[in-house]
């Protein structure tokens, strides 16, 4: 594996999922995979969870971290070839990311959509450019339309709680106030597709995710229908993909409450963190034993020490 940055870098999962078993047991199982090694972690855009699990899913690995805030630390940088730099940024990604693979063994790099030119954000311009200039293996700790650090996460958590063999899993758009990226939905529905689940997606009119995550999955509009007898309920706010960038506040009976959970078979509730409570999800909710979301974040860190135990071995 050259790069982590979908589940099509996966080229085995049962490996994957044996590995996440293994660091579950020993955390420390490969400590020294990547003594001697550096991880870089580029942030664009704020984290918590990110930023923090993979330092530690580095150091259980041996590996020696540096993190650096791109966005505010750093030069800004061009990201387009041939570009005539007059304007803001000061420096190409061509050398920053040839300068970065001097000081570190693999790359992460965090950077969000502008959830204003679709074309543009679902061309991942950041990220690819990383993994065209970088001399070593890029880590995406989340690009515009795909965070597959989580969803490899939700897929442990999935697998490690399923008490059926093929669990109903429900992905449901939650109200925000804020329009945020697709890129959540867009990686859960991809890993979800890699296990033995039955997944349905149900969101209002008018928020259909992108047609290239999307063949073959069962879509509703109705959430009540969609959350009857699931086992598993994923809530997350996306903006629409057309028009791109909308969104809807208003629609806050799309926030799951017990009255929604009370649907399910005693479902496990779901979100990648941070959370609008009382808006995405209500209290009763987030604060009954029906949320997974700690164990979620707790999974963040044997996701982030499988990926790169994989990297470290080049594949
Ligand atoms: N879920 C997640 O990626 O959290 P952070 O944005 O805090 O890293």
């Known amino acids: 594996m050259k790069h982590f940055t979908s589940v099509h870098d996966v080229d085995d999962m049962n490996e994957w999922l044996s590995l996440a078993d293994l660091f579950q047991k020993d955390p420390f199982h490969f400590s020294e995979a990547g003594k001697g090694k550096i991880l870089g972690l ?5 984290s918590l969870r990110t930023r923090m699990s993979t330092q530690k899913a ?4 041996g590996m020696n971290v540096m993190v650096m805030n791109l966005d505010k630390d750093g030069w800004q940088l061009e990201m387009e ?3 005539v730099m007059n304007g803001n940024a000061q420096e190409h990604v061509k050398e920053a990311a040839q300068v970065l ?11 969000f959509p502008s959830l204003e030119d679709r074309a543009a954000d679902y061309a991942e311009p950041v990220l690819e450019a990383f993994k065209k ?3 070593v293996p890029i880590l995406s700790l989340e690009s515009a339309t795909r965070h597959p650090l989580q969803s490899f996460a939700d897929l442990i958590t999935v697998r490690s709680l399923a008490t059926k063999p093929r669990p109903k899993v429900v992905l449901t758009w939650a109200p925000h106030p804020r329009r945020l990226p697709q890129a959540v939905p867009n990686s859960f529905v991809e890993w979800m597709k890699q296990a033995d689940v039955e997944l349905v997606v149900t969101h209002p009119e008018g928020f259909e995710l992108a047609p290239e995550f999307m063949g073959g ?13 699931a086992d598993f309920v994923y809530a997350k706010n996306w903006s629409a993909y057309e028009p791109y960038g909308k969104t809807a506040p ?3 009976d799309w926030q799951i409450t017990s009255e929604q959970m009370a649907l399910t078979d005693n479902g496990g509730f779901m979100h990648c963190l941070p959370v609008r409570r009382n808006v995405v999800v209500s209290d009763s909710v987030l604060d009954s034993p029906q949320s997974l979301v700690i164990m979620q974040a707790a999974n963040r860190v044997i996701s982030a020490q499988v990926a790169l135990y994989k990297l470290l071995q080049g594949g």
């Open 42 to 46: 580029l942030f664009l855009n704020p």
């Open 58 to 61: 580095a150091y259980q690995l």
């Open 81 to 83: 070839d041939g570009a």
């Open 101 to 111: 693979s001097q000081y570190c063994d693999v790359i992460g790099v965090r950077s």
């Open 133 to 135: 200039y970088a001399t």
């Open 217 to 229: 999955v069962t879509v509703t509009h109705d959430q009540k229908a969609a959350l009857s007898g």
């Open 250 to 252: 208003e629609l806050t």
